[in-house]
């Protein structure tokens, strides 16, 4: 099996998980259980999504292929960066009330975004794989 599978299927974790979090926090936020399951699921789907991208990074690294060659690379960084950022600024908006920082508006952004960009990501990638 192609190695691109396991960091596609990774990847594909990550967004159903990122899904599952995001109806949580959208849909059932009058469960007392909510945001317990939307961290759970979120930080799994995070932890997945970041995995995702170091298996793809050491396999090119240690196949000589060159890193940053398509879009589909660079939009797979920056997803890297906002599935570190996302959970942080998810944590602040819990713990940090004391700030005029409005961690809240920025949290739920970088969420909306983070799984948008996700979907177009798995696409780009199936197609270069060559599955769609
Ligand atoms: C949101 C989901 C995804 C993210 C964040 C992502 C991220 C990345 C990143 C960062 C790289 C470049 C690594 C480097 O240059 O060192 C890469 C490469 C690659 N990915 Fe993905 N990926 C995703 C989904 C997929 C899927 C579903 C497939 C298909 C099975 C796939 C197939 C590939 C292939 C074949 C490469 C090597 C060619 C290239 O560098 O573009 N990816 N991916
Ligand atoms: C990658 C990880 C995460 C993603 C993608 C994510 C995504 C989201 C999104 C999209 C929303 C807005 C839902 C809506 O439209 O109503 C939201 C709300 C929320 N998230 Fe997260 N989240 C993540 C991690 C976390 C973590 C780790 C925490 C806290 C420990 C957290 C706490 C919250 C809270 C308290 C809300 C409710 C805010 C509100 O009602 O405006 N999130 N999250």
Redesign the pocket.
Known sequence: MPF??F??FL??IG?VAMIVGFITARFMKKKTWWLRLHKIVNIVGASS?FG??IV??IY?SLTGGG????I??YL??F??FLSVITPVIGFLQIKAVRTRIKFRPIHRFSGRLLIIL?FI??IM??R??G?I
Request: glycine share 16%; net charge neutral; aromatic share 20%.
């Open positions: 691109y599978y960091h596609g990847m594909f967004f999504t995702g991208i793809m990074v090119i890193h940053f060659n398509t589909h690379a797979g960084f997803i890297g996700m990501n798995i990638g199936l270069i794989a599955v």
